[in-house]
């Protein structure tokens, strides 16, 4: 839920690494100031060397939940098709727990082909992956309020994605922070739009709603426009095997001075 709060946050791609430097990354940004550490859901790297090394999010998750003290941790974001949603919501409930309540649930519909036909999931096509999408959160939410003993907190639901029929609808409904993917100009568009579907299903997004997304370069450039276009979570991403950080000191800077 938007706390007016500008957020920095990094997604360490777990990929082209061995984990040591994985770790060696999570305690170097959470010692910067940073205020969530993402990873990503993926079995292989998205660039770079396509058969490089690679390890597995919701097991990277349990790890970061115990290394860390301060930082939320979560996806950007987990693949719906994955997991049985009861199983998702429990392996968040429990990594909630590991954490001291610092879980945010990042979730997303799934693009990434070659995890599909790798890991023997049906690809399908992007509106039944959707679709699966709508039906499974609120099976997710369900076992989350089911779960013994419950989480924590309420965990945050962050959902992933731009879709602007059905993807913004299943935001309105469930998510308490939207991650899109683009510009300014498409963030501030979009955005409108997810307030229309939030007046449809009676949730008033523009303050329910935080909105999420990626940041790169000098935040000199963008920084305050993405806030001015309503985004209070930007995330630097950064791949291994090095994790260079320096363009999230750079964000992390500005934020500090605003």
Not at 127 to 153: C, H, T
Not at 203 to 232: H, I, Q
Request: hydrophobic share 40%.
């Amino acid at each position: 839920m938007t706390n007016g709060n500008l957020r920095i946050a990094v997604q360490l791609q777990p990929q082209h690494a061995e984990y040591s430097q994985i770790r060696d990354a999570v305690l170097r940004a959470e010692d910067l100031g940073v205020d969530v550490l993402f990873t990503w859901d993926h079995f292989f790297p998205l660039y770079g060397d396509p058969d490089g090394k690679h390890f597995e999010c919701w097991t990277v998750l349990g790890a970061w939940a115990e290394q860390t003290e301060r930082v939320e941790i979560g996806a950007l974001v987990t693949c719906n098709s994955y997991r049985n949603p009861e199983l998702l919501a429990d392996m968040a409930r429990t990594v909630d727990h590991i954490s001291g309540g610092r879980l945010i649930l990042g979730i997303g519909a799934g693009w990434f082909e070659k995890d599909y036909d790798q890991f023997g999931y049906e690809f399908g096509t992007a509106g039944s992956r959707i679709a699966q999408l709508a039906e499974d959160m609120p099976r997710i939410k369900a076992r989350l309020a089911a779960g013994n003993p419950a989480p924590v907190r309420e965990i945050p639901v962050m959902i992933g994605g731009g879709g602007e029929k059905k993807t913004l609808r299943i935001v309105a409904e469930h998510a308490d922070i939207w991650h899109s993917f683009g510009d300014v100009e498409t963030l501030t568009r979009k955005s409108g739009i997810l307030d229309e579907h939030g007046a449809e299903v009676g949730r008033d997004t523009a303050k329910l709603v935080e909105r999420s997304v990626g940041v790169d370069g000098d935040p000199a450039e963008t920084g305050e426009k993405l806030v001015a276009a309503g985004a209070t979570l930007l995330t630097v991403g950064t791949s291994g095997p090095d994790y260079d950080l320096s363009t999230l000191k750079k964000w992390l800077a500005w934020r500090d001075a605003r």
